[in-house]
């Protein structure tokens, strides 16, 4: 069954650092989609991507962040200046069709630590 | 904007208890709901998902969900739970109504279920 894949798992990074977090989401989806969890707290909803812009972006995603697809298979996620706060886990999805109401398919996260 | 609420932060049951999760959701127009399921130290897996029709709908791994439109709840029940059945349980939420697919998580419940 196709699934969505992260890369890397974990990511260590000191504060002030760029870091970019890559997804390759099932290959015939068309939605895009980045959520967090901070340790302890609930899975909330970043930004949504199709055909090549932003949909939708919560205002957790501000200037720092941004995402795109640079080629035809991957979704990256770039934080640009780290802060602490921004330690958590990442959850990349997809979803099918040009219904946004599909099911979104997570892929495992990328726990994101930053010193 | 919706919201998700679900009642039970953590819930601890025997083996071969029953189980009932609550989740309650606040939005003005037509939503989707999900239930998913996040094992230790693995990604959030679709349990079940109601998007119209018969409002009792079943999942994986004898998971079952009932949507009661007038009390906005969409509880999630199990007749009888397994040790394997230890995981957070999110419930959330996409509205019908908007073309961005942006998913709304509860807080989570974690169950442990002692065997």
């Known amino acids: 069954e196709p699934e969505v894949t992260q890369t890397p798992s974990h990511q260590v990074t000191q504060m002030g650092q760029e870091v970019i977090l890559r997804c390759v989401p099932i290959?015939?989806?068309?939605?895009f989609y980045w959520y967090r969890q901070i340790l302890g707290q609930k899975v909330e909803f970043l930004v949504s991507?199709?055909?090549?812009?932003?949909?939708?972006k919560s205002e957790i995603f501000d200037d720092q962040f941004s995402v795109e697809r640079p080629d035809g298979s991957n979704f990256t996620l770039k934080i640009r200046s780290t802060k602490l706060e921004d330690s958590a886990m990442y959850f990349c999805?997809?979803?099918?069709?040009?219904?946004?109401?599909?099911?979104?398919?997570f892929g495992p996260g990328t726990r994101l630590t930053v010193l | 904007a919706q919201s998700v609420s679900q009642h039970n932060h953590h819930v601890i049951l025997s083996e071969a208890a029953s189980l009932e999760l609550g989740c309650n959701y606040s939005?003005?127009?037509?939503?989707?709901l999900f239930w998913y399921v996040q094992y230790p130290g693995q990604h959030l897996q679709l349990l079940l998902k109601?998007?119209?029709?018969?409002?009792l709908v079943k999942g994986i791994k004898g998971f079952e969900a009932e949507f009661i439109k007038s009390k906005f709840s969409f509880n999630l029940r199990k007749p009888s739970v397994q040790w394997s059945d230890t995981a957070e349980y999110f419930c959330?939420?996409?509205?019908?109504?908007?073309?961005?697919?942006?998913?709304?998580f509860g807080d989570g419940t974690t169950l442990t279920v002692k065997p």
């Open positions: 999805a997809s979803s099918e069709g040009t219904d946004p109401t599909n099911t979104q398919y």
């Open positions: 290959s015939n989806h068309l939605y």
């Open positions: 991507f199709y055909n090549n812009e932003i949909s939708e």
């Open positions: 939005y003005g127009g037509t939503v989707n």
């Open positions: 109601y998007f119209s029709g018969d409002p």
């Open positions: 959330a939420v996409n509205a019908q109504d908007t073309n961005a697919g942006k998913s709304t």
